[in-house]
Structures are given as C-alpha cells and as structure tokens.
C-alpha cells in the first residue's frame, strides 16, 4: 500500500477507504493489521473492523481471521477475533434462518 501520511488512524482511515474503493480488503489487512495490533484503542479497532465487514459482504471472513490470528499482539488480536467471531455467527444464523423458512410467493394459487 502506497505510503500515507498521519497517524496511525488516519493512515488505517485513509488506507481502509481506499481499499474498499479498489475491492482489495484482504491486501489492506495484510498491511494494515500489525498497525492495528499495535497500541490503538480496542473502540477505534471495532469501529473499523465494523466498517470493512459491512462494506464488502462477501469478504472471506474467515480468510480475515487467520490474518489476524497471524499478526501477533494476543489481547488486541482477541478483541478483534471476538468480532469476527460475532458477525461470523450472525451469517450462519441468518443462512440456516434461510434454508429452513419456506418460501412464500404472494398470489401464488395453494395446492390440495
């Protein structure tokens, strides 16, 4: 990632922005995740890690994990696993929600 200037929020802001604008998430958490994991605040981490999973619905969370998982620092890597560990289980739910609801089509004639 081209070199951006600031701080260490502006820097992952800016970087975060101009992923999501480039659709290549995943090469911004490559660069991004050992400045996440560095000293910020666990609020700024969740707001973030917020944004980037609600704006690329089909980002491989769990390609995401592992990259954090690899990045070190255990309490902040925690903060941001728990996360993903939340928005993971809220797709599953909402998927297996899909597969068993039947599908209703309105103006449909009933059988039997």
């Known amino acids: 990632m081209e070199e951006l ?4 929020e502006a820097r992952l802001a800016q970087g975060v922005l101009k992923a999501a604008m480039e659709d290549d ?12 994991l560095s ?3 666990a609020e700024f981490l ?3 890690l917020s ?7 089909s ?10 998982r690899s990045g070190g620092n255990s309490t ?18 909402a ?6 609801r039947p599908s209703v089509r309105l103006g449909a004639p009933r059988r039997g």
Not at 59 to 68: E, H, P, S, T
Not at 85 to 92: G, K, L
Not at 95 to 100: F, K, T
Request: aromatic content about 4%; cysteine-free.
């Open 95 to 100: 998927l297996a929600e899909q597969r068993v």
């Open 76 to 93: 902040a890597a925690a903060t941001i696993m728990s996360s993903l560990a939340d928005r993971i289980r809220a797709e599953a739910i």
């Open 59 to 68: 980002l491989d969370l769990q390609k995401l994990a592992a990259r954090v």
């Open 5 to 8: 200037k600031g701080s260490a």
């Open 39 to 41: 000293a910020l605040p």
């Open 51 to 57: 944004y980037v999973i609600n704006v690329d619905s």
């Open 46 to 48: 969740g707001a973030l």
């Open 25 to 36: 998430l995943l090469e911004w958490a490559d660069w991004a995740i050992p400045l996440l």
